[in-house]
């Protein structure tokens, strides 16, 4: 039975915001991850260029002529995770058989991560396990918000203000140790044999306007990043407090600041969080954030070869 879905694969992100950005801009929240990556590698990629090391690729889902879905796998740091939009388990399966494809031909890491929608990220590791062996186990699962008005709360001692290359120092650490310390405050002991995860990318961020940190008489307490607005959304992220200053309303003020501030510049706010942080998810509700939807990470354990088989 011929199926009515088909899989396009593309290096050049200008060419997918051609081909399907009316649909990432039809649901431009559910969409802000594809669509803000895309267009920052769209901003710095120069067809025929040199590529980058990590796998950096697009691909795009139809259903018959109609471009239903837009996958990717653009993330610089191990395990590159593969991102799986929302699909029928037939078509995810599909996907994962063009990534495996060029995987194989690109010689590119193993597909051992994928993140989406539970029911499409299943079928889509599903069928890597099918094809390569190995188990498949549930990593840190996410929730997605949205805030059309912002409640702000009482202002903490401080003030917000954007990072300068004079806070390059702070920013770059900050950036490198905020998924594992996000992960512990989850109640998830690290993995001691995983290269820690780094956003990666500071002095860039720093330039483009995109980090604010909480100020208090010089010091500097509270970082809150934002990505330029894709399709009239921002998402913001990351948000890390260092733990010596937790607790005091850093967080919940510098992110009630920044989201206000990108309301009144006329565009949506979203972010993500870890489900599994009561804090994080606390927060972000008594300043006016709603949920949106659940996504899940599935990580592909290879299979262990025994010596001599």
């Given amino acids: 039975m011929t199926s009515a879905y088909s899989v396009e694969l593309f290096d050049d992100p200008a060419a ?4 399907a950005g009316d649909l990432l801009a039809a649901d431009p929240v559910v969409s802000s991850i594809v669509a803000t ?14 590529r980058p090391e990590h796998p950096m690729w697009w691909a795009v889902v139809r259903e018959h002529d109609a471009v239903v879905a837009v996958a990717m796998r653009t993330m610089p740091h191990p395990p590159h995770t593969v991102w799986v ?4 388990q037939d078509a995810a399966r599909l996907l994962a058989r063009a990534a495996l494809d060029r995987t194989a031909r690109a010689g ?4 051992t991560s994928a993140n989406g929608p539970v029911a499409a990220v299943r079928a889509f590791t599903d069928e890597v396990v099918r094809s ?4 498949v186990r549930e990593d840190r699962p996410e929730r997605l918000w949205e805030a059309t008005r912002i409640v702000r709360p009482a202002p903490p001692s ?7 290359l004079a806070d390059l120092g702070v920013v770059t650490a900050w950036f490198d140790v905020f998924h594992a310390e996000a992960d512990a405050q989850s109640g998830r002991a690290p993995d001691e044999d995983a290269e820690p995860l780094r956003i990666g990318g500071a002095r860039q961020r720093i330039e483009d306007g995109d980090v604010w940190l909480w100020d208090v008489d010089g010091e500097v307490v509270q970082l809150t990043g934002a990505r330029p607005p894709s399709f009239g959304v921002v998402r913001i992220g ?9 607790g005091r309303g850093y967080a919940r003020a510098l992110v009630a600041d920044v989201a206000q501030r990108v309301l009144d510049d006329g565009h949506r706010v979203c972010l993500y969080t870890d489900r599994d942080n009561p804090v994080s998810n606390r927060v972000y509700a008594a300043i006016g954030f709603e949920p949106v939807l659940d996504q899940v990470n599935l990580a592909v354990d290879p299979a262990v070869r025994l010596a001599g088989r």
């Fill in 158 to 164: 401080g003030r917000a203000r954007l990072a300068t």
């Fill in 16 to 19: 997918v915001l051609d081909v």
């Fill in 132 to 135: 390569t062996g190995g188990t």
């Fill in 37 to 50: 990556v895309t267009h920052q590698a769209a901003r710095s990629f120069t067809p025929g260029g040199p």
């Fill in 108 to 111: 590119d890491a193993a597909l």
């Fill in 238 to 246: 990351p948000v890390y407090t260092p733990r010596e200053h937790r």
């Fill in 85 to 88: 939009p929302d699909l029928p």
